[in-house]
């Protein structure tokens, strides 16, 4: 684990999930030797996994206590959704390209998950067929935060996603209230673009 991660993240489940989930296994071959450096790395298809602070930022956010069921968007390498698998009674993670989809389930299946459900994206953001989340996680960049997600989070749910230019992006924790959403802001990032219906163009 890093310095940093250690020093700024309070939520020890998030760090204890973090310590014992092999991220190599989650990185190309050609990568593994910086598996745990704290930045983000290729993973194919124009594709990233994302840096662990800000991982381990995103997944604290959450508050998850172990009970919740948990919508990701963003499979991507699968390595954030062990760590909700970890932390929550069950992921529903939604994936664009077909191939990260299936390389996920893959390696998340040999590491003996079986709380995860990894669908491929449909037209509209998310997946509406099994909401309402106690938590969404983004982990792609949408131009501003989508109605259509927003409405797939229960009363008092967390959604942590980033928001803001297709290269650069202020993080944002929604909380869904039943009159006014709280919206906090917990800082600058930088993530592949949301592509779909409410966010980018391809
Ligand atoms: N959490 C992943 C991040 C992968 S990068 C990891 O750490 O490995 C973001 C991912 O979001 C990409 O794999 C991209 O294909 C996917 N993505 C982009 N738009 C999407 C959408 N509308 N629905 C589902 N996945 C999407």
Partial sequence: ??????AEINDTRVLAAMSHIPR???????????????GPLPIGYEQTISQPY???????ALELKGNEKVLEIG?????QTAILAELADTVISVERVPALAESAREVLGSLGYENIEIYIAE???????RAPYDAIMVT???????????????????MVIPA??????????VTRQ?????????????????IGKGAWEN
């Fill in 123 to 129: 037209e509209t953001l998310g997946w509406p067929e």
């Fill in 54 to 60: 800000i991982i381990a930022l995103m997944t604290e």
């Fill in 164 to 173: 803001g230019s297709r290269y650069v992006q202020e993080l944002y924790k």
């Fill in 140 to 158: 792609a960049g949408a131009p501003d935060i989508p109605v259509d997600l927003l409405s797939q989070l229960s009363i008092d749910g967390r």
């Fill in 75 to 79: 499979t991507g390498s699968g390595y």
């Fill in 24 to 38: 190599e296994q989650f990185v190309p071959r050609e990568n593994r030797y910086l598996a745990y450096e704290d």
């Fill in 1 to 6: 684990m890093t310095k940093q991660l250690a």
């Fill in 178 to 194: 039943k009159d006014k959403n709280r919206v906090e802001k917990l800082g600058g990032c930088r993530f592949v673009a949301l």
